[in-house]
Nanobody, 121 residues
Framework: QVQLVESGGGLVQPGRSLRLSCGASGSIFRIYDMGWYRQAPGKQRELVALITNGGGTNYADSVKGRFTISRDNAKNTAYLQMNSLKPEDTAVYYC???????????????WGQGTQVTVSS
């Protein structure tokens, strides 16, 4: 089995920063892409940022220049540094990983439980 666990969410004032972490554990052979998604009340889940196992990144237009995704392959961990936060960034943030388990031929998508980020004065 594979588990993704997020941490680092909370309540923050507009303009401040937060750093989210997502650790993968379990019977892992290889981690491919890792990404952060978010879902605000009444809205669909959307991609925020994605990072490949080679370090390539992709961002939603709404967060470009403010958010930075990174990963530490030795720790099986991805991070999302969020700067200049806005009230519209308020959402539950989910970590996603495309992970191949040991003794399994193909990778599967795994999700964390989500962490709440609230931006409010």
């Amino acid at each position: 089995q594979v588990q993704l666990v997020e941490s680092g969410g909370g309540l923050v004032q507009p303009g401040r920063s937060l750093r989210l972490s997502c650790g993968a554990s379990g019977s892992i052979f290889r981690i491919y892409d890792m990404g952060w998604y978010r879902q605000a009340p009444g809205k669909q889940r959307e991609l925020v940022a994605l990072i490949t196992n080679g370090g390539g990144t992709n961002y939603a237009d709404s967060v470009k220049g403010r958010f930075t995704i990174s990963r530490d392959n030795a720790k099986n961990t991805a991070y999302l540094q969020m700067n200049s936060l806005k009230p519209e960034d308020t959402a539950v943030y989910y970590c996603n990983g495309r992970i191949q388990q040991k003794s399994v031929a193909r990778p599967n998508d795994y999700w964390g439980q989500g962490t709440q980020v609230t931006v409010s004065s």
